[in-house]
């Protein structure tokens, strides 16, 4: 496929089926699209070459009609979901710290690395949440808001408890793959393992998660990590939780 700087509107194919994970004879697995890799490790590769970050690219999926459906859910100020559609095929579920300025609108660096990975790796969208609704670029200001949280505001409390945490784990558990990257940046191990173990405990399915690499202390990356941690385009996706 042309590299997407270079051509930023690409026509969808629609004759390829929704990627299935299978585990080949040869040990190798991949989507069953014809995508593999063969590694000891469980993994998803998207279905480009090239490698490179997209963080400012211009590329957006089309559909048939040449158009992304593009939705965002907000309440009160803070983004529940984020939501990509280009083609009738699986949808996955992405789950981040906290939301930065996309909306039904516009992309931002991360929405638009995800429209590349989830297009490319065969997915028809995606559903975007967060371990935090609150809207900022800037992580400090997340977790002031969640200090506050804590501290005694209870309609920012409800706002993580009550309104965001459910829609978490009903997006993971409707999805045909969860994706996890909250990085280093998601500092509370003890709210990471009650939104896990909401995934992966209750009502069935039990979803695995994956994740694009994971930092020194075991977190999911983040695709706009920066440095010899950057990401590129065509990462392959590696198993990050099992059930």
């Given at each position: 496929?042309?590299?997407?700087?270079?051509?930023?509107?690409?026509?969808?194919v629609d004759d390829r089926s929704p990627p299935e994970l299978v585990v080949r004879?040869?040990?190798?697995?991949?989507?069953?699209?014809?995508?593999?890799?063969?590694?000891?490790?469980?993994?998803?590769?998207?279905?480009?070459?090239?490698?490179?970050?997209?963080?400012?690219?211009?590329?957006?999926?089309?559909?048939?009609?040449?158009?992304?459906?593009?939705?965002?859910?907000?309440?009160?100020?803070?983004?529940?979901?984020?939501?990509?559609?280009?083609?009738?095929?699986?949808?996955?579920?992405?789950?981040?710290?906290?939301?930065?300025?996309?909306?039904?609108?516009?992309?931002?660096?991360?929405?638009?690395?995800?429209?590349?990975?989830?297009?490319q790796a065969g997915f028809g969208g995606y559903d975007a949440v967060n371990l935090?609704?609150?809207?900022?670029?800037?992580?400090?200001?997340?977790?002031?808001?969640?200090?506050?949280?804590?501290?005694?505001?209870?309609?920012?409390?409800?706002?993580?408890?009550?309104?965001?945490?459910?829609?978490?784990v009903e997006t993971a558990k409707k999805a045909s793959r969860v994706f996890v990257?909250?990085?280093?940046?998601?500092?509370?191990?003890?709210?990471?393992?009650?939104?896990?173990?909401?995934?992966?405990?209750?009502?069935?399915?039990?979803?695995?998660?994956?994740?694009?690499?994971?930092?020194?202390?075991?977190?999911?990356?983040?695709?706009?990590?920066?440095?010899?941690?950057?990401?590129?385009?065509?990462?392959?996706?590696?198993?990050?939780?099992?059930?």
């Open positions: 496929m042309t590299d997407p700087e270079a051509s930023p509107e690409p026509t969808l004879d040869s040990g190798t697995v991949g989507f069953d699209d014809g995508c593999r890799h063969a590694s000891s490790k469980t993994t998803i590769r998207s279905r480009t070459a090239n490698s490179g970050g997209v963080g400012r690219s211009k590329f957006e999926p089309r559909d048939l009609f040449g158009e992304t459906q593009k939705s965002a859910e907000f309440r009160d100020g803070h983004r529940l979901t984020l939501s990509r559609r280009w083609a009738d095929r699986q949808v996955a579920a992405v789950i981040g710290c906290n939301p930065s300025l996309a909306d039904a609108i516009q992309d931002d660096p991360t929405s638009r690395w995800w429209n590349w990975w989830f297009y935090y609704p609150f809207c900022t670029s800037r992580p400090a200001d997340c977790r002031r808001m969640v200090e506050r949280a804590w501290n005694g505001e209870w309609d920012l409390r409800d706002a993580i408890h009550f309104v965001n945490y459910p829609l978490v990257c909250w990085g280093n940046i998601a500092w509370d191990d003890d709210w990471i393992e009650h939104v896990v173990e909401g995934i992966q405990t209750g009502v069935a399915p039990y979803p695995d998660l994956w994740c694009w690499g994971t930092t020194k202390t075991g977190a999911p990356k983040h695709p706009m990590a920066r440095g010899k941690h950057r990401m590129a385009k065509d990462e392959p996706a590696i198993l990050w939780r099992s059930r």
